[in-house]
Structures are given as C-alpha cells and as structure tokens.
C-alpha cells in the first residue's frame, strides 16, 4: 500500500528500510546537491525494535542521498522515483543489501571497490612505516613504487567509472573524489563530454557551469591562485564565539591554512593527520588557522568538538562564496597551504605524512 501511495507524486521515492542491532531511534532522509556541496534534510523517521523505518522525498531529477543514522553512520543512494529497499546488520553496515534501484546498487558497489584500494593503501602504509624505522632503504624504494602503482590503479578505477556509469549522480559524485590539481586534463575532458552524455539534465548543466568558472575563472578573478613562493593573500573572518581573525596575526610563525567543512568527507577523513601534526609541533613556532567553507553554525561548530580541532578556526559562513576560498582559488577541500613566518608560501596541499614530512624539514 505504502508502494502504490507513493507512486501518486510522479517525483517521489519511498526508502524502506531494516537494519537489525541499530542502537538509535532515528534515521535522517538527507539530499546532497552534488553542485553546491550543500546538504538539506528532507524526511526523518522513527526506528521500531526490529529497526525497521520508512522514508519518502521527491526530486525532479536523479539525485544523490544518504541516510544518515546515529553516531554519523552513512548509507548513500542514488535515487529518481524508485521504491527501495534496505536491510542489513548495524554491526556490519557497509555489507547492507539494497533492492529496487539499480543505481544505489551501482553506487554500493563502487564504494566496496574504493574500500578494497583503500585497505591495500592503508596496509602498504604501515608496511613502508617499519622499513623507515628500521632504516631499510632498498625494501622501501620497492614499496614506494608498489605503492604508487595502487594509487595509480584507484585513480583509473575512479575515472572509468566516472566515465562510463550510466547515473547522473554517480558520475558526479566520484568524479569529486579526484584531485583537480593533478587529475585536471581528465576533468577537463570530463566536464566537455557530460553534456554530450546526458544533454537533458538540468543538474549537469548547473555542474559545468560551476566547474568552468571555478577553473577558467573570470575577469574579476584570480584564475591561478596563489603559487609556492608567492605571498599568503590575507585572510579576514570570525570565529565561532565572533571574534575577528587575520590571517597576518600570525606572522613570525609558520602557520598551515587548513581549508575544510564540516559536510566535506574527505576533509573530516583527513583532520586525524592534521590533529596529529598540530600535537607534534604546536610548540615549534608553527600553528594552524582553519578556514571553514560552512553555512551552517552550529554543524561548523560541531564538526570542530567532534573531531577535536583545538586550533584557531575562522569562517564567513559563506560556504563555496567564501572570499578566502576565492582569493586562494579553492575549488576542492580538504586544501592548504603552509605559509612561513614572513607571509610567504611555501607548499600547498599537504596530505598525511606529507604533512608531517615538511613540517619536521622547515622546523628542525
């Protein structure tokens, strides 16, 4: 009955769902604008014992959602006026089983192929981190290849499904995965064939338009952003409890400008490795100003107690307007750029060890 009800708004899905051990009372039917980043919560519902819930939300054409559950737990769907169904165990959520919607079952099975190359990196990581400490050269050498062979192998697994999926919302959800800095050439080519693939979509349209300005720029513009060795534009905002920060405050310190939301995954991902920096050498003359691309207060704010950022955080609540993004000519996060006592940059992009790498060079 909730099937045929359901088929009355011609743009409406339904999500039915049972995830068994489900230790909260509550789901969150949430859209995720793949062009703006933004996310807006459209359905909630109650979990019986049997952790059983029914959701519904309309869009005009496929798109991307997730649901969201108790302790920032996520299932992803790619929906357009489908009746789904979801169980799985909460114990084991990445295993869930999803019928009627053959692009959520797409979308599922990417990420278990991205979860496999992330654990053979995760793994030659801590390989390569005991051959350091022991000081083995040549084994090291070979796994540095090996592991540039799998990041390799992810990226082109990333681009041919980007390429060739036949869900709007998939191709635009991994293709933002990619690093525009190095991956640029293909999404040049893959911004120039979207169009050509699905030449009736409004939200590809909307995709390329942003896509184009945010790497041609315009007049008013600064289309290459700062550059190594270049002076730090200054940086203007509030923190959380309003008090107004510069970027120049800090001059005489080494200071990492960490741009970062509280909605952006791989920015939470990364904020582990930021935290671990900021303990090693907060004593060091170096410091952190983090640069917020939220709207949302109170999820800015709580995205920092969360992830336990104790550094210095700013923002204009401006979201992709915001004017440091702009003048730093951020287009993707997590980004940033370390900047030396006088004012100077001096690397941008910093990831993982590579951030702890530079940072123990320039403060030794």
């Known amino acids: 009955m909730l099937f045929t009800a359901c088929k009355k708004d011609k743009n409406k899905f339904l999500v039915v769902g049972e995830i068994s051990n489900m230790p909260g009372k509550s789901v969150l039917l949430e859209e995720m604008d793949l062009v703006s980043n933004e996310i807006k919560v459209l359905d909630s519902a109650s979990v019986d014992n049997k952790g059983h819930f029914e959701l519904s939300g309309s869009g005009a054409e496929p798109g991307l959602y997730r649901l969201h559950f108790a302790g920032n737990q996520f299932i992803l769907l790619s929906v357009f006026k489908e009746n789904i169904k979801i169980s799985g165990d909460w114990n084991a959520l990445e295993n869930y089983a999803v019928s009627g919607s053959p692009a959520s079952e797409s979308l599922k099975g990417f990420f278990a192929n991205v979860r496999r190359h992330i654990t053979d990196i995760q793994t030659m990581t801590l390989i390569m981190d005991s051959m350091r400490v022991r000081g083995n050269d040549s084994l090291l050498q070979k796994a540095s290849v090996d592991m540039g062979n799998i990041n390799l192998q992810l990226t082109q697994y990333i681009e041919h499904y980007a390429d060739t999926t036949t869900f709007i919302p998939n191709a635009l959800f991994s293709v ?113 100003l983090g640069v917020s691309l939220d709207q949302d207060k109170e999820k800015w704010k709580m995205a920092i107690a969360q992830d336990g950022l104790e550094w210095t955080q700013i923002s204009d609540l401006k979201g992709w307007e915001s004017l440091a993004a702009r003048d730093y000519n951020v287009n993707s996060i997590p980004a940033n750029f370390l900047v030396d006592p006088t004012g100077k940059i001096i690397a941008h992009d910093l990831r993982g060890p590579d951030l702890e790498n530079m940072l123990q060079e320039v403060l030794k």
Do not use: H
């Open 176 to 288: 933002q995965i990619l690093n525009p800095s190095v991956e640029k050439p293909f999404l040049d080519g893959f911004a120039t064939s979207l169009p050509k693939r699905f030449p009736n979509s409004q939200t590809v349209k909307n995709f390329v338009a942003r896509y184009n300005k945010g790497i041609t720029g315009g007049a008013e513009e600064n289309e290459s952003g700062p550059t190594d060795g270049a002076m730090a534009p200054e940086i203007a905002a509030s923190t959380p409890d309003g008090k107004a920060v510069t970027l120049s405050s800090f001059k005489g310190k080494y200071v990492l400008v960490d741009f970062w939301a509280s909605w952006c995954n791989p920015c939470r991902k990364e904020n582990p490795n930021v935290v671990a920096a900021y303990k090693m050498f907060k004593d060091k003359n170096f410091a952190i």
